[in-house]
């Protein structure tokens, strides 16, 4: 162990936030930390929206589900897959070929790029005594946090980003067994079925403590519930609509 896995091994969503700022400089490396992310082929195809003003800041926590940490944290990050730029390089170098933008496989290089990214920007919020949540809640909505935003074709917002100082001390969501999610040399079903066995009791007995008995779901029945409901239904049209995964 040293201090990098130390402070992985410690990460917890933020969803309380004091009211110091985050200053400038402060929020200029934790971006200039996310661009030292690995990136496909060096394209980046991603950009950062930035909120600071309360009044947007509120339109987006509405539009993301009534998350109050939205308006609460000091600055809110919107993470975007950016092809837009890219296209812009094929329209100024080579306008007579066909661009592949469009593209599935560049579809995922984008939103790949972009949560390498805010991860690693995470990391370094986190290391400078911050705390973050991140809000897939962004996509509730999507066009309207997309107008909002002024997102240009081929630009969609992956998630946002709560960043400042904690205000709560919450607890670690257990996680899978290691074993659940480490295959050697080729995937071992059996092994996950057991596993996940495993964390099913583990989940239920945290769900239990953390509500005072109210609830102990096993986590298998949860996500059971969670992949049997309609959720986002909107984002395959809107993702075409955008220049996104036409082929």
């Known amino acids: 162990m040293n201090d990098t896995i130390n402070l992985l091994m410690s990460h917890r969503s933020i969803r309380s936030y004091k009211p110091d700022p985050v200053t400038d400089e402060q929020l ?8 030292m992310a690995s990136s496909s082929s060096n394209v980046q ?3 950062v929206i930035a909120v600071r003003d309360p009044k947007r800041k509120a339109i987006l926590a509405e539009l993301a589900g009534n998350q109050r940490y939205i308006v609460e944290c000091p600055v809110f990050l919107v993470w975007c897959a950016d092809l837009h730029r890219l296209e ?3 329209q100024q170098h080579a306008p007579q070929e066909e661009s592949y933008t469009d593209a599935v496989e560049n579809f995922i290089v984008a939103t790949a790029d972009v949560t390498l990214a805010a991860q690693n920007a995470a990391i370094a919020a986190e290391s ?30 992956v998630y946002g980003m709560c960043v400042g100082y904690p205000n ?30 495993e964390y099913d009791e583990q989940m239920a007995n945290y769900l239990s ?7 102990s779901t096993p986590w298998s029945a949860l996500m059971a519930q969670k992949f049997t409901t309609a959720s986002r239904m909107q ?12 082929r």
Request: hydrophobic share 35%; net charge neutral; charged share 25%.
């Open 209 to 215: 403590a953390r509500t005072a008995g109210t609830k």
């Open 88 to 90: 812009k390089a094929v």
């Open 168 to 197: 709560q001390e919450p607890g670690q969501r257990p996680r899978l067994p290691l074993k659940a999610v480490l295959h050697h040399e080729s995937y071992d079903a059996l092994t996950t079925e057991q596993t996940v066995a």
């Open 28 to 35: 200029e490396t934790i971006i200039a930390a996310g661009q």
């Open 235 to 246: 984002l395959k049209d809107f993702l075409e609509r955008k220049g996104f995964n036409k």
């Open 45 to 47: 195809a991603y950009s």
């Open 128 to 157: 400078m005594g911050m705390g973050i949540v991140y809000i897939g809640g962004v996509r509730n909505e999507i066009e309207e946090v997309s107008e909002l935003l002024g997102l240009p074709d081929r630009v969609y917002p």
